[in-house]
T-cell receptor, first 114, second 114 residues
Framework: GAGVSQSPRYKVTKRGQDVALRCDPISGHVSLYWYRQALGQGPEFLTYFNYEAQQDKSGLPNDRFSAERPEGSISTLTIQRTEQRDSAMYRC????????????FGDGTRLSIL | GQQLNQSPQSMFIQEGEDVSMNCTSSSIFNTWLWYKQEPGEGPVLLIALYKAGELTSNGRLTAQFGITRKDSFLNISASIPSDVGIYFCAGQSAGGTSYGKLTFGQGTILTVHP
């Protein structure tokens, strides 16, 4: 597609459940990034990939969060044993390369943990 | 860690007025970007800056990459109602553990009265 596509747009789940959020980057974009955005704030970095390799996961809050990009295209961010504090907008971005190409964002997945 | 201070937090202006907002950082960035976010959507790239001292325009928008590489500003001239939204600055480092990730400012909420 033309832009970064994320699904689902909204996810409501009960505390303790696992959730998987999907990102389909812009075609041909090598680098893929995950961010989390709280209401009224800018996005905060979680992790990023070059092709299928996870280059930096320093922003993942704890070991309940993981991400993969097995074929260097679509990526999944998984949160295990969700907690209420995980509720946020999760945003994906992609860029042609990691060095000097600007990142383009998707419309995000709004995650609500009950 | 890196922090970006963006100001002002919010602006209420009349249509036709010029607007200026800026970001300062405690660390050096090699790339500065300015994004606009509207309700229900992801951040949309407005301008990307790659060189210290660079001044770049995109229509009524002008942005500059500060000489010290620790600051950037965005100007909007002759504002119109559709300029309403939240404007974010973001910095990207060239290397080290921060390579690839964007650090965002807190955002400037712009309201334009017709």
């Amino acid at each position: 597609g033309a832009g970064v596509s994320q699904s689902p747009r909204y996810k409501v789940t009960k505390r303790g459940q696992d959730v998987a959020l999907r990102c389909d980057p812009i075609s041909g974009h090598v680098s893929l990034y995950w961010y989390r955005q709280a209401l009224g704030q800018g996005p905060e970095f979680l992790t990023y990939f070059n092709y299928e390799a996870q280059q930096d996961k320093s922003g993942l809050p704890n070991d309940r969060f993981s991400a993969e990009r097995p074929e260097g295209s679509i990526s999944t961010l998984t949160i295990q044993r969700t907690e209420q504090r995980d509720s946020a907008m999760y945003r994906c971005a992609s860029s042609l390369s990691v060095s000097d190409a600007p990142q383009h964002f998707g419309d995000g997945t709004r995650l609500s943990i009950l | 860690g890196q922090q970006l201070n963006q100001s002002p937090q919010s602006m209420f202006i009349q249509e036709g007025e010029d607007v200026s907002m800026n970001c300062t950082s405690s660390s050096i960035f090699n790339t500065w970007l300015w994004y606009k976010q509207e309700p229900g959507e992801g951040p949309v790239l407005l301008i990307a800056l790659y060189k210290a001292g660079e001044l770049t325009s995109n229509g009524r928008l002008t942005a500059q990459f500060g000489i010290t590489r620790k600051d950037s500003f965005l100007n909007i001239s002759a504002s119109i109602p559709s300029d309403v939204g939240i404007y974010f600055c973001a910095g990207q480092s060239a290397g080290g553990t921060s390579y690839g990730k964007l650090t965002f400012g807190q955002g400037t909420i712009l309201t334009v009265h017709p």
